[in-house]
């Protein structure tokens, strides 16, 4: 498709334009795509017209915006000549188009791609051009910087493949920059695009995937530079239908394109002679894009999970084993489930990614191993990939035991008081038959609360106790505290102690109690509710409340200021 621009979108700058400053030669073009984005396009622009670094253009392409977004961009053109407005005939329904139609009338050496609903760092192209100039390279990737639009928390994007500047010689030498798949961390040297045919590819998603992965493959090197050049704003619980492309993972269509893309990867690793690296592209896939589909298998459904392991499950197979062995356990029995068709104990596995939490059942072979749930795994690989008996939790110590608490007729109310039977199941029988003391704790802050509870046994391997907990009774420091816990299962044998999580039930009305001081602290608001994704354990939130709020942190300083001083008098009084 061939996008023309109408007549005020022209390379010519508008009359208000002409009247200004000619600007100098660009030394980067920044392309920024938006659709119905009209609030946070500004944003965006201005974000690139306030770089530390001036001598640049920015071209807007609109992939055909239904909304005000044409009138905002023409407005952002008409008010600095570096600011271009270019316009599609009709929606491409992908970020491929807009960006490749950009590059057609880019004029810059050097390029960068901003999504409208994102940011770049002040000094951004300033570094980029800057580790360009020091040495002749392809492209210059930076660090990224999330932030989480609801609860404005910060984090670097795989930091750890960033931590230090460096010039790499091909991807050959650093396969796991796989992992750094955004086209948006990059500032490409226009000469390269052009002598590798790089454009993005049209008619597909995930296109940033397959395009950098053709770029790390084509690059003949590449500058890592350490410091934050983007901004990415992160969106994790939008609507269905105004969430970007990857977090639309609810839809099956959504699994068919990332598969797609993947095995574009695969044929273009193949063809262009780098087909050595694909076991960490493989182990990218299962670490990356996989986890983050397995995450979301405790809320589908029955037939979601049929259509899912209908698609995944052809591709899994192709992947290098090399790349499952790295995974760890809880990962690789999620894939195993998925990949029999056991797809009811994977969504069940999935509730304990990444965190210390048992099946209910599990199954023994004529040799003792131990195997996650029932029935016995029959395949080889199978017995593999769900064979437990090296993690200690047959003869180890109680911390390697396996256990599951989960929470079963839940009652809430008054205020943050939950009632609820907790079920822990045993399938090792590492408990002794007979009543057992349980705790439920809580530590916001570092101030630990608990409750010690019943627990009978109700079945082998099954034990149930009915427990009271008011999270809003927890104590907290006296500068406040403002944040999440999740409420974990103590139990106790001698000297060991056995600690996990308490898997609340998938949904229910989330609770708050009214603002009110707690030890005579900071007013806090704070709210019970299901995990909004993932395991779903029970979460609890504390927020500073009232004109109090304001005091909290100060009252924060001024206690570790009084206990630095005691603990110098004390140093002095010893000496």
């Given at each position: 498709m061939?996008?023309?621009?109408?007549?005020?979108?022209k390379?010519?700058?508008?009359?208000a334009a002409?009247?200004?400053?000619?600007?100098?030669?660009?030394?980067?073009?920044?392309?920024?795509?938006a659709y119905?984005?009209?609030?946070?396009?500004?944003?965006?622009v201005?974000?690139?017209?306030a770089?530390?670094?001036?001598a640049l253009?920015?071209?807007?392409?609109?992939?055909?915006s239904?909304?005000a977004?044409?009138?905002v961009a023409r407005?952002?053109?008409a008010?600095?000549?570096?600011?271009?407005?270019?316009r599609?005939?009709?929606?491409?329904?992908?970020?491929?188009?807009?960006?490749?139609?950009?590059?057609?009338?880019?004029?810059a050496?050097?390029v960068?791609?901003?999504?409208?609903?994102?940011?770049l760092?002040p000094?951004?192209?300033a570094?980029l051009?800057?580790?360009?100039?020091?040495?002749?390279?392809?492209?210059?990737?930076?660090?990224?910087?999330?932030?989480?639009?609801?609860?404005g928390?910060?984090?670097?994007?795989?930091p750890?493949l960033?931590?230090?500047?460096r010039?790499v010689?091909?991807i050959d030498q650093?396969?796991?920059?796989l992992?750094?798949?955004?086209?948006?961390?990059k500032?490409?040297a226009?000469?390269?695009l052009?002598?590798?045919g790089?454009?993005f590819?049209?008619?597909i998603?995930?296109?940033?995937q397959l395009?950098?992965?053709?770029?790390y493959?084509l690059?003949?090197a590449?500058?890592?530079?350490?410091?934050?050049?983007?901004?990415?704003?992160?969106?994790?619980?939008?609507?269905?239908g105004?969430?970007s492309?990857?977090?639309?993972?609810?839809?099956?269509?959504?699994?068919a394109?990332?598969?797609?893309?993947?095995r574009l990867?695969?044929?273009?690793?193949?063809?262009?002679g780098?087909?050595?690296i694909?076991?960490?592209?493989?182990?990218?896939?299962l670490?990356?894009?996989?986890?983050?589909?397995?995450g979301?298998?405790?809320?589908?459904?029955?037939?979601?999970?049929a259509?899912?392991?209908?698609?995944v499950t052809?591709?899994?197979?192709?992947?290098?084993?090399?790349?499952?062995?790295?995974?760890?356990?809880?990962e690789r029995v999620?894939?195993?489930?998925?990949?029999?068709g056991?797809?009811?104990?994977?969504?069940?596995?999935?509730r304990?990614?990444?965190?210390?939490?048992?099946?209910r059942h599990?199954s023994?072979d004529?040799?003792g191993h131990?195997y996650?749930?029932?029935?016995l795994p029959?395949?080889r690989e199978?017995?593999?990939?769900?064979?437990?008996?090296?993690?200690?939790v047959?003869?180890g110590?109680?911390?390697?035991a396996?256990?599951?608490?989960?929470?079963?007729?839940?009652e809430?109310g008054?205020?943050?008081?939950?009632?609820?039977t907790?079920?822990?199941?045993d399938?090792?029988?590492?408990?002794?038959v007979?009543?057992q003391?349980?705790r439920?704790?809580?530590?916001p802050?570092?101030?630990?609360?608990?409750?010690?509870?019943?627990?009978?046994?109700?079945?082998?391997g099954?034990?149930?106790g009915?427990?009271?907990?008011?999270?809003g009774?927890?104590?907290?420091?006296?500068?406040g505290?403002?944040?999440?816990?999740?409420?974990?299962v103590?139990?106790?044998?001698?000297?060991?102690?056995h600690?996990?999580?308490?898997?609340?039930?998938?949904?229910?009305?989330?609770?708050?109690s009214r603002?009110r001081?707690?030890?005579?602290?900071?007013e806090?608001?704070?709210?019970?509710?299901?995990?909004?994704?993932?395991t779903?354990?029970i979460?609890?939130?504390?927020?500073p409340?009232g004109?109090?709020?304001?005091?909290?942190?100060l009252a924060?300083?001024?206690s570790?200021?009084?206990?630095?001083?005691?603990?110098?008098?004390?140093?002095?009084a010893l000496?």
């Amino acid at each position: 498709m061939t996008a023309t621009p109408t007549t005020d979108q022209k390379n010519a700058p508008s009359t208000a334009a002409t009247s200004a400053a000619t600007p100098p030669p660009p030394d980067v073009t920044v392309v920024v795509i938006a659709y119905n984005d009209a609030d946070r396009l500004p944003r965006a622009v201005r974000s690139v017209l306030a770089q530390t670094h001036r001598a640049l253009e920015v071209v807007i392409s609109d992939d055909h915006s239904t909304d005000a977004t044409p009138e905002v961009a023409r407005s952002l053109a008409a008010a600095d000549p570096r600011v271009r407005h270019l316009r599609l005939p009709e929606n491409s329904g992908g970020c491929s188009v807009p960006r490749n139609r950009a590059l057609d009338v880019a004029t810059a050496p050097y390029v960068m791609f901003l999504d409208s609903d994102d940011e770049l760092p002040p000094d951004a192209v300033a570094k980029l051009l800057a580790a360009h100039r020091a040495r002749e390279v392809d492209f210059v990737m930076g660090a990224v910087r999330r932030v989480r639009v609801d609860t404005g928390k910060s984090s670097l994007w795989m930091p750890h493949l960033v931590t230090e500047r460096r010039t790499v010689e091909g991807i050959d030498q650093e396969p796991e920059l796989l992992f750094e798949h955004l086209s948006t961390s990059k500032m490409y040297a226009r000469a390269f695009l052009d002598r590798a045919g790089l454009r993005f590819p049209e008619g597909i998603h995930y296109e940033d995937q397959l395009f950098s992965a053709q770029a790390y493959c084509l690059a003949r090197a590449f500058t890592v530079i350490p410091e934050p050049v983007y901004v990415w704003y992160i969106e994790p619980y939008a609507a269905t239908g105004s969430a970007s492309i990857s977090n639309q993972r609810d839809r099956l269509e959504n699994v068919a394109d990332r598969i797609h893309v993947q095995r574009l990867i695969d044929a273009f690793l193949e063809e262009s002679g780098h087909g050595a690296i694909r076991p960490e592209k493989d182990y990218k896939f299962l670490k990356h894009d996989f986890r983050m589909y397995a995450g979301d298998l405790p809320r589908r459904d029955p037939e979601w999970l049929a259509g899912f392991a209908e698609l995944v499950t052809p591709y899994l197979d192709t992947l290098a084993p090399e790349a499952y062995a790295r995974l760890p356990r809880t990962e690789r029995v999620v894939l195993r489930l998925v990949r029999d068709g056991r797809l009811e104990e994977a969504r069940r596995a999935a509730r304990g990614l990444g965190l210390p939490v048992g099946p209910r059942h599990v199954s023994h072979d004529e040799r003792g191993h131990v195997y996650w749930g029932e029935p016995l795994p029959e395949s080889r690989e199978a017995r593999t990939e769900l064979d437990l008996s090296e993690e200690g939790v047959e003869a180890g110590p109680l911390s390697a035991a396996l256990f599951r608490h989960e929470v079963r007729d839940l009652e809430t109310g008054p205020g943050t008081v939950l009632r609820c039977t907790v079920r822990t199941y045993d399938p090792l029988l590492r408990l002794p038959v007979g009543p057992q003391v349980a705790r439920l704790v809580l530590a916001p802050g570092g101030r630990r609360y608990e409750v010690a509870f019943r627990i009978d046994p109700v079945l082998p391997g099954v034990f149930e106790g009915r427990v009271r907990f008011d999270p809003g009774q927890a104590p907290l420091p006296v500068q406040g505290f403002d944040g999440v816990r999740h409420p974990v299962v103590e139990l106790r044998q001698g000297r060991g102690r056995h600690t996990a999580p308490l898997l609340g039930p998938l949904d229910f009305p989330p609770v708050s109690s009214r603002p009110r001081a707690y030890g005579g602290t900071v007013e806090h608001v704070v709210t019970v509710s299901p995990e909004a994704a993932g395991t779903a354990r029970i979460e609890v939130r504390w927020r500073p409340a009232g004109p109090t709020a304001k005091l909290g942190p100060l009252a924060g300083r001024l206690s570790r200021s009084v206990v630095s001083r005691a603990a110098k008098v004390i140093r002095g009084a010893l000496r």
